[in-house]
């Protein structure tokens, strides 16, 4: 009973502790998809409506690339050192463009800016902003590259050369090019366009938002309450829900992918829970501390699907894996700002 009681003790003062953490400190390195709007700003406001803290600086001349960001004062931000995470977004149209173009103007520049990240920064992340295909497609180039010529190819292009910087370069990827397209083909009565086909609405500039306050701080955006006065809240609660869906439902997927399983049980002790039988047949039980709840539980599979949810409210909740097929899985478990990550495997 003593020892129970000193866990306890310990898991409570560590969450405490949690609670009264810096703010995250975030470089935004990009340009006028970023600026427009004033992306970093709705990031910040919605992570404060949501109990989280972060604080931020940012570099984003209109249309400058990664080449270009090499030798500016995006170098200098990131040499500085002390960011938890570096946003990095590339150029609108640039890596949508052939192949050899991207392999000479684009990835070798995206490959320096993250080593520049990880060496000054050795406890932060490098995380790059998918952006979205121009509402009628890049018809200027796509004489030269026909798939360009429509939304659907410009926008796959983008995700396809995203993906392969992210895994590539050791880092994330926001995906906001993915919520843009759900909400285009879902949700048409929301415009995510200024009137030139290619800037933000402030609808766009929200969902990015919210993605971001996602990805940067493991949490579900639905518990974000900051609405732009210019933004209609039902529109806002709708971009909320796609948010949900197509990145926190899959975050794992979109992480790092050395921070998507982090091992066995001492990482989810040090974050202040426990979490048995490992390996699991039935039934897995996540314990917390009572300073940690409400808090949640979510369980992937390897492709970062999320195939169980639950709402801690007890320190002791179960999680049926009954129907689940044998194989490894990822359980998160979130609390405010903190979370842990187990790999369980189901026999």
Not at 10 to 21: I, T
Not at 191 to 199: G, V
Not at 212 to 240: C, G, K, V, W
Request: with cysteine; hydrophobic share 40%.
């Amino acid at each position: 009973m003593k020892k129970t009681l000193t866990l306890a003790v310990l898991c409570g003062l560590l969450f405490a502790a949690v609670a009264q953490e810096a703010p995250k400190k975030v470089l935004f390195i990009g340009n006028s998809y970023t600026e427009v709007n004033n992306l970093p700003l709705l990031v910040q406001k919605a992570a404060e409506s949501a109990g989280c803290h972060m604080t931020y600086q940012s570099n984003t001349p209109g249309g400058c690339t990664f080449e270009q960001h090499c030798s500016n004062q995006s170098m200098t931000l990131i040499r500085k050192g002390g960011w938890d995470v570096v946003v990095l977004q590339e150029q609108s149209q640039l890596p949508s463009f052939p192949q050899s173009q991207v392999e000479a103007e684009c990835l070798p520049f995206a490959a320096e800016l993250v080593d520049s990240v990880y060496a000054c920064n050795p406890d932060g992340e490098a995380m790059f902003y998918m952006t979205w295909g121009r509402k009628n497609g890049d018809s200027r180039n796509a004489q030269y590259f026909p798939v360009l010529g429509t939304y659907e190819g410009m926008d796959s292009m983008l995700y396809t050369r995203y993906m392969y910087m992210a895994r590539e370069n050791d880092a994330s990827v926001c995906p906001v090019g993915r919520v843009w397209r759900n909400i285009r083909f879902n949700h048409r009565e929301i415009e995510l366009y200024q009137s030139d086909e290619s800037h933000p609405s402030m609808a766009g500039s929200y969902a990015g938002a919210c993605a971001f306050y996602t990805m940067i701080f493991h949490s579900n955006p639905n518990e974000i309450t900051f609405t732009p006065e210019e933004l209609d809240p039902e529109q806002a609660a709708t971009i909320r829900g796609v948010v949900e869906r197509v990145v926190f439902d899959s975050l794992s997927f979109w992480l790092r992918q050395d921070t998507t399983v982090v091992g066995i049980a001492p990482m989810a002790e040090k974050a202040g829970c426990r979490v048995f039988p490992n390996p699991a047949s039935d039934r897995v039980t996540v314990c917390v501390s009572q300073m940690a709840l409400p808090g949640r539980a979510a369980l992937y599979d390897v492709k970062g699907c999320l195939v169980r949810s639950l709402l801690l409210r007890q320190p002791e909740e179960v999680i049926s894996t009954a129907a689940l097929a044998p194989g490894v899985y990822t359980l998160k478990v979130v609390s405010g700002a903190e979370t842990a990550s187990v790999r369980i495997v189901k026999n």
